[in-house]
């Protein structure tokens, strides 16, 4: 039977990418996305066009009941949800002095809250079958943080907080949970670097060249096929960090 896979944040960036690394093998695929409506239509159209079909679902994935209401819609149409993919998120550069309440909260929201609430929903159905893989891409941050970036790289070290006890939590149930660790990735996110900056990341990195979207999502598609990686950190960043 084919696996059923939800990923958040599905429309553009690391996300498009896992979309279509998943599709392309097989996995009914449920494309979640909140504003970038466009992308995710034309996402689901170049897919048709090689005969694969995606599902795709707007839903702010930091408000419950937007997530149960995709979840529920999912397991409607498929039955299940083998695979959980948390990968929508947001960045936020300012000095730390400068990060107001709002900010805070913001961030927070958006990417830590929702891959709480969006695994709290899916995981009952997990356990029910004794069965599932949740990935949560977090961020190299997460791991050695970033100047400027001090909410964004709370939320990311709690994802891989949470990955690790859950994993424990969840492993009888035969569960498995993971995070991967981008680093810096050729992603919108990025986008507002210069030409030299982005020059001198590639000289600070062994291998010399940028991330892209594909590189984590061939990483997804390991985790996915493996069977005994549970509770890991898997930072996918060319050996820009070693840690």
């Known amino acids: 039977m084919e696996k059923v896979a939800i990923i958040t944040g599905g429309a553009r960036g690391i996300g498009k990418a896992i979309v279509e690394v998943l599709a392309r093998k097989g996995i009914k695929v449920v494309a979640n996305y909140h504003q970038s409506e466009e992308k995710a239509k034309k996402l ?9 079909f995606i599902d795709i679902f707007k839903a702010d994935v930091s408000k419950r009941e937007e997530v149960k209401k995709m979840v529920e819609d999912t397991i409607k149409k498929y039955g299940k949800i083998d695979i959980l993919i948390n990968n929508a998120g947001i960045s936020q550069e300012k000095l730390f002095q400068d990060i107001t309440d709002e900010d805070w909260n913001e961030v927070i929201k958006v990417n830590l809250y929702s ?38 790289s709370a939320t990311k070290a709690g994802i891989d907080g949470m990955t690790k006890a859950l994993a424990k939590e969840v492993g009888p149930s035969n569960i498995r949970v993971n995070s991967i660790a981008p680093g810096f990735m050729n992603t ?44 890991q950190v898997i930072s996918i960043n060319g050996g820009w960090v070693i840690t």
């Not at 689901?44 to 694969?52: H, M, Y």
């Not at 001198?200 to 060249?209: A, D, F, G, V, Y």
Request: glycine share 8%; aromatic share 8%; charged share 25%.
């Open 44 to 52: 689901k159209a170049e897919l048709e066009k090689e005969n694969i």
């Open 115 to 152: 891959v709480f609430c969006t695994t709290q929903e899916v995981i009952n159905y997990m356990i029910n079958r004794k069965e599932g893989c949740i990935i949560n891409i977090s961020s190299i941050y997460g791991i050695n943080g970033g100047a400027c970036a001090v909410a964004y």
């Open 188 to 231: 919108d996110m990025n986008a507002n670097f210069t030409e030299e900056e982005l020059e001198e990341i590639k000289q600070e990195t062994p291998l010399e060249r940028i991330g892209e979207g594909i590189d984590i999502a061939k990483c997804v598609e390991w985790l996915i096929d493996d069977t005994f990686t549970t509770g």
